[in-house]
């Protein structure tokens, strides 16, 4: 089938919820086959994650309590961006606040889609070398403990199941891609 045979078109959208964060809408959409249907969706403004890959080949990490889940997770430094916000930008004031480095390097490894089914958000991923530290800038309310692990040691981590976080597994796997093809760090 043609991809755009695929898409669905909005016909109206109510607004139900408008948080700090999030904004929650019900479209009402037509069918690629022109019956209708209701969607609803979730506007997050996106956000980004930062792989610090030192050169000893060590990665820093932060552990925090992720309230969904009830659960203390192992990720990449992140943050939200605020709407209109250059997300190389928000990516190094991120790693600021929750490493207290600075990067010489940034490679793109990508936008990912962590929930498209009901969700708009896009989290654009990037790997940061050449890092120089100072001080964690955290925000008010955010408690979180930095961890320094071993790549190769993430990878198997990530390939255990130990590792949920989606964002984390993509850098970290994308990360060992271009290890493996040569990246010097």
Not at 54 to 66: I, K, P, W
Not at 75 to 95: M, S, V
Request: aromatic share 8%.
């Amino acid at each position: 089938m043609d991809e755009k045979n695929l898409l669905e078109t909005k016909v109206s959208s109510e607004q139900l919820y408008d948080g700090r964060i999030v904004k929650l809408y019900r479209d009402q959409v037509t069918l690629p086959d022109g019956r209708p249907a209701m969607r609803e969706v979730i506007h997050h403004p996106g956000g980004v994650g930062i792989l610090p890959l030192l050169s000893d080949g060590t990665v820093m990490v932060v552990r925090q309590c992720r309230y969904p889940y009830a659960a203390v997770i192992t990720e990449i430094p992140a943050g939200k961006l605020e709407y209109g916000e250059d997300p190389l930008a928000c990516g190094k004031r991120e790693l600021m606040e929750e490493v207290g480095a600075e990067a010489a390097n940034w490679t793109f490894l990508g936008n990912i889609y962590p929930t498209p089914a009901y969700d708009d958000e896009i989290i654009r991923v990037y790997l940061a070398t050449g890092l120089t530290f100072s001080e964690q800038h955290l925000d008010e309310g955010e408690f979180l403990s930095l961890e320094r692990v071993p790549l190769s040691e993430l990878v198997e981590q990530v390939m255990a199941g130990e590792i949920r976080d989606a964002k984390t597994q993509i850098a970290v796997l994308k990360t060992q891609r271009l290890v493996d093809g040569g990246l010097s760090f």
